[in-house]
T-cell receptor
Framework: GEDVEQSLFLSVREGDSSVINCTYT??????LYWYKQEPGAGLQLLTY?????DMKQDQRLTVLLNKKDKHLSLRIADTQTGDSAIYFC?????????????FGKGTHLIIQP | GAVVSQHPSWVICKSGTSVKIECRSL??????MFWYRQFPKQSLMLMAT?????????EQGVEKDKFLINHASLTLSTLTVTSAHPEDSSFYIC???????????FGSGTRLTVV
């Protein structure tokens, strides 16, 4: 079956890098996503990576994918207070789009001053 | 771990008909469930917060009379799309947070196609 695991909490100091980790079990995953949820808001798609890629960088965000270990990480450089949110990892086994997404439970990123 | 079952996973209906989507927490009780909608290649948009035993809280711009939400028990919330039109075609997904605060658990989503 499909399962996506991530830690529930991560605490970092402002200005440091945050690394949020995620593991998944379905080797047929084609797309892997990172979503951000701020309090009272819906999920915002931050970035996604195709399963045939190892890394994707977008400004302060770096996604690393280790397909062999089924491990996905999201690195946020120079973490700011505005980055405080819940981050969800999700996988899709269908090509393109969001059909049949499996989400992790979310990692609450806490920023210390 | 906590499991949320969403049914059906896909449905095709004719314009003007109503469609009900169910979201069940299988091994935990959920006083609050969330309904999202996703348009192609866009983020999940929070439609409403479903509260057990009381009225749902709808986000701005979401029509209450069109998207009826019922949360009659601690394990079941339903979303009914009434008088569906092709523009209602979308991917709908529910989410719940269990009592133990062990994070959010999502259903697998429902692909609605209105023809």
């Amino acid at each position: 079956g499909e399962d996506v695991e991530q830690s529930l909490f991560l605490s970092v100091r402002e200005g440091d890098s945050s690394v949020i980790n995620c593991t998944y079990t379905d080797s047929s995953s084609t797309y892997l996503y990172w979503y951000k949820q701020e309090p009272g808001a819906g999920l915002q798609l931050l970035t996604y990576i195709f399963s045939n890629m190892d890394m994707k960088q977008d400004q302060r965000l770096t996604v690393l994918l280790n397909k062999k270990d089924k491990h996905l990480s999201l690195r946020i450089a120079d973490t700011q207070t505005g980055d405080s949110a819940i981050y969800f990892c999700a996988e899709s086994i269908s090509g393109g789009g969001a059909d049949g997404l499996t989400f992790g439970k979310g990692t609450h990123l806490i920023i210390q001053p | 771990g906590a499991v949320v079952s969403q049914h059906p996973s896909w449905v095709i209906c004719k314009s003007g008909t109503s469609v009900k989507i169910e979201c069940r927490s299988l091994d935990f009780q959920a006083t609050t469930m969330f309904w999202y909608r996703q348009f192609p290649k866009q983020s999940l948009m929070l439609m409403a917060t479903s509260n057990e035993g009381s009225k749902a809280t709808y986000e701005q711009g979401v029509e209450k009379d069109k998207f009826l939400i019922n949360h009659a028990s601690l394990t079941l919330s339903t979303l009914t799309v009434t008088s569906a039109h092709p523009e209602d075609s979308s991917f709908y997904i529910c989410s719940a947070r269990d009592f133990g605060g062990r994070g959010y658990t999502f259903g697998s989503g429902t692909r609605l196609t209105v023809v």
